[in-house]
């Protein structure tokens, strides 16, 4: 503590020395333009040196400052703060992770070359599972019965009672990029505008999408239990969950939208270049100002920890928001009802495909995971 306060004193007198030959040469300026003083005094560039050092210099002086009063905490913005502590990473297989969900007592994990992992919640270290299959697996859903889907019509069902997967015919070769349930009832999206519905009964069945794009996301919105389905070129499909086709949204862009999620009536997709749209109560869909130009592919909502310190006001507590991840390693949240809009709370490292809340752990393509622990 001794060393900054030394620092920080250090740069305050080098910022008032400056700031005196600043009036010095200021009076010289005045002098010149007036005709009282020699051309050859050239104040005028020894005055704007002097002004950008003054300013470097204060602002040095106003950092030291700030770092002593600064939590240790992820910065998120000048007000806010995560309460909570980042693990570094750790590997769990040299295979992408793609998918994750937390159900069956633990997180399972799927990826690469048919590739799932589990963790039960009271273990500390993740334990491969066979999977029957060499295919990449692309998405997993909680839920009753767990289901995992992936490339060339893939489709394992968790057997509870023999404690394995078994695969399951879906009557297609699409590659199946996303799933989302919905009771026992399943909806996958993929490759080609390919929609299928799994019954309650194990049977697959396909949904006219009335789209040949590629779709990468779907979920389920709440309270209507609508289905909702995002893609390629801005693609946006939706439409009853029985239903037996989905009908095109008009959408506000034209990148490929990576992820959907829902908060109540209230849906959420992402995408490349740090697309964002929204929609509420199904009114048309509105582009939500980015922060970031990054590829964002996974999103979910989620509760989120804070502190909030500026002058005349603190608090801290918990609220749900969306959270998001993109293919450099960066995380971004956004409190719901907040105004402070969308923040980065990470950044660097492998894409993150894959993420559970509640707590968080991030999977990326290099086959780490990255937990958040709030505090």
Same mark, same amino acid.
């Given at each position: 503590?001794?060393?900054?306060?030394?620092?920080?004193?250090?740069?305050?007198?080098?910022?008032?020395?400056?700031?005196?030959?600043? $009036?010095?040469?200021?009076?010289?300026?005045?002098?010149?333009?007036?005709? @009282?003083?020699?051309?050859?005094?050239?104040?005028?560039?020894?005055?704007?040196?002097?002004?950008?050092?003054?300013?470097? %210099?204060?602002?040095?002086?106003?950092? *030291?400052?700030?770092?002593?009063?600064?939590? !240790?905490?992820?910065?998120?913005?000048?007000? %806010?703060? %995560?309460?909570?502590?980042?693990?570094?990473?750790?590997?769990?297989?040299?295979?992408?992770?793609?998918?994750?969900?937390?159900?069956?007592?633990?997180?399972?994990?799927?990826?690469?070359?048919?590739?799932?992992?589990? @963790?039960?919640?009271?273990?500390?270290?993740?334990?491969?599972?066979?999977?029957?299959?060499?295919?990449?697996?692309? $998405?997993?859903?909680?839920?009753?019965?767990?289901?995992?889907?992936? !490339?060339?019509?893939?489709?394992?069902? *968790?057997?509870?009672?023999?404690?394995?997967?078994?695969?399951?015919?879906?009557?297609?070769?699409?590659?199946?990029?996303?799933?989302?349930?919905?009771?026992?009832?399943?909806?996958?999206?993929?490759?080609?505008?390919?929609?299928?519905?799994?019954?309650?009964?194990?049977?697959?069945?396909?949904?006219?999408?009335?789209?040949?794009?590629?779709?990468?996301?779907?979920?389920?919105?709440?309270?209507?239990?609508?289905?909702?389905?995002?893609?390629?070129?801005?693609?946006?499909?939706?439409?009853?969950?029985?239903?037996?086709?989905?009908?095109?949204?008009?959408?506000?862009?034209? $990148?490929?939208?990576?992820?959907?999620?829902?908060?109540?009536?209230?849906?959420?997709?992402?995408?490349?270049?740090?697309?964002?749209?929204?929609?509420?109560?199904?009114?048309?869909?509105?582009?939500?100002?980015?922060?970031?130009?990054?590829? %964002?592919?996974?999103?979910?909502?989620?509760?989120?920890?804070?502190?909030?310190?500026?002058?005349?006001?603190?608090?801290?507590?918990?609220?749900?928001?969306?959270?998001?991840?993109?293919?450099?390693?960066?995380?971004?949240?956004?409190?719901?009802?907040?105004?402070?809009?969308?923040?980065?709370?990470?950044?660097?490292?492998?894409?993150?495909?894959?993420?559970?809340?509640?707590?968080?752990?991030?999977?990326?393509?290099?086959?780490?995971?990255?937990? *958040? $622990?709030? @505090?």
């Amino acid at each position: 503590m001794g060393d900054y306060r030394d620092e920080r004193e250090a740069a305050l007198q080098r910022a008032e020395a400056l700031a005196q030959q600043n $009036a010095q040469l200021q009076t010289e300026l005045d002098s010149l333009r007036q005709g @009282r003083a020699s051309p050859a005094t050239t104040a005028a560039p020894r005055l704007i040196i002097a002004a950008v050092a003054t300013v470097v %210099l204060i602002g040095a002086a106003v950092g *030291f400052m700030s770092a002593a009063r600064r939590p !240790a905490v992820v910065t998120t913005a000048p007000s %806010l703060a %995560l309460r909570g502590r980042w693990s570094p990473p750790s590997s769990i297989g040299q295979v992408a992770l793609r998918a994750a969900v937390r159900a069956g007592g633990g997180t399972w994990v799927v990826g690469d070359r048919g590739s799932i992992f589990f @963790r039960a919640e009271s273990a500390s270290s993740w334990a491969p599972v066979p999977s029957g299959t060499e295919a990449d697996l692309y $998405a997993i859903t909680s839920g009753d019965p767990l289901v995992v889907v992936g !490339a060339r019509g893939t489709a394992l069902r *968790f057997d509870p009672a023999q404690r394995r997967w078994v695969p399951e015919s879906t009557g297609s070769t699409a590659e199946l990029h996303a799933v989302a349930s919905r009771q026992s009832t399943l909806i996958a999206v993929g490759s080609g505008g390919t929609v299928l519905r799994r019954a309650s009964d194990g049977v697959w069945s396909s949904v006219v999408s009335n789209t040949a794009a590629d779709l990468h996301g779907v979920t389920v919105s709440t309270p209507d239990g609508s289905v909702v389905a995002v893609g390629a070129g801005g693609t946006i499909v939706g439409g009853a969950f029985e239903s037996a086709e989905l009908t095109r949204q008009a959408s506000p862009v034209s $990148a490929t939208l990576r992820a959907i999620a829902a908060w109540n009536n209230t849906l959420l997709a992402v995408g490349d270049g740090g697309a964002m749209v929204s929609t509420s109560a199904m009114s048309p869909w509105t582009l939500v100002r980015s922060t970031t130009a990054e590829d %964002l592919l996974v999103v979910a909502v989620t509760e989120i920890p804070y502190e909030e310190n500026r002058p005349g006001y603190s608090s801290s507590g918990s609220t749900f928001g969306f959270l998001a991840a993109g293919a450099r390693g960066s995380v971004l949240v956004d409190r719901l009802g907040s105004v402070e809009g969308w923040r980065p709370v990470r950044a660097g490292g492998g894409a993150i495909r894959a993420m559970t809340s509640e707590p968080w752990s991030f999977f990326t393509e290099e086959g780490n995971v990255i937990a *958040f $622990a709030p @505090r």
